[in-house]
């Protein structure tokens, strides 16, 4: 079955400072990859996807990169706000999850 | 919207004892999946439906577990007999178009806090 690994498992930045998880998965056919935000308390919440035949895709303070070739895809934060702090969640065709990264930002 | 309604939000039940958790998913949305989490495993797959078909069940841990989409709109995950390692937050999910790949609208519901003692 599809492996995903996602680095790191904590990360702490200054508030305006960027962010970035990684993932890598081992399912060459996999076509799908969303990332979630899960707040204390609450389920996780999608806050943006990318499918295999796009290389990055951007929403405001939110990009992620894919990498078909090495097989891994990437969340990156910009200008990070204390409110971004939680735990964030990769996936893979929604059917496996990273280990997820808990993201602090220090005002 | 409403969203994936979850219910009950926290469980407590004693071992032995059968538990029924429940999941309405969002209008329109046809697959349907259930997930677990905790500490230990993270976030696990254990059943998803497709237009109320089961279409992978390989995650369910054991024949204690079953689950159903009798329509549409609603789905149950059963436990019987419950043990404390079933203790966990079981989280809903439901998408349109097919399940676990090139859906759309992913959303979760709260999940379910069961605590098994």
């Known amino acids: 079955g599809e492996n995903v690994e996602q680095h790191p498992s904590t990360l702490s930045v200054q508030e305006g400072d960027s962010a970035v998880i990684k993932c890598t998965y081992s399912d060459s056919a996999s076509n799908y990859f969303p990332w979630y935000k899960q707040e204390l308390g609450k389920g996780p919440q999608l806050i943006i996807d990318?499918?295999?035949?796009?290389g990055e895709k951007k929403d405001q303070r939110i990009a992620v990169t894919l990498n078909k070739t090495a097989k891994h895809f990437s969340l990156h934060i910009t200008e990070t706000q204390p409110e971004d702090s939680a735990v964030y969640f990769c996936?893979?065709?929604?059917?496996?999850f990273g280990g997820g990264t808990r993201l602090m930002v220090k005002p | 919207d409403a969203g994936v309604i979850q219910s009950p939000r926290h469980e407590v039940t004693e071992m032995g004892q059968e538990v029924t958790l429940r999941c309405k998913p969002i209008?329109?949305?046809?697959?349907l999946f259930w997930y677990r989490q905790t500490m230990m495993r993270g976030l696990e797959l254990l059943i998803y439906?497709?237009?109320?078909?089961?279409?992978?069940d390989s995650g369910m841990p054991e024949d204690r577990f079953s689950a159903k989409m009798p329509n549409a709109s609603f789905s149950t995950l059963k436990i019987q007999p419950s043990e404390p390692r079933d203790s966990a937050v079981y989280f809903c999910?439901?998408?349109?178009?097919?399940?676990?790949?090139?859906?759309?609208?992913?959303?979760f519901g709260s999940g379910t806090r069961l605590t098994v003692v």
């Open positions: 990318i499918r295999s035949n796009v």
């Open positions: 996936a893979v065709n929604m059917l496996t």
């Open positions: 999910a439901s998408s349109l178009v097919q399940g676990g790949s090139g859906g759309n609208g992913y959303t």
């Open positions: 439906f497709n237009n109320n078909v089961p279409i992978d």
């Open positions: 209008s329109g949305h046809n697959s």
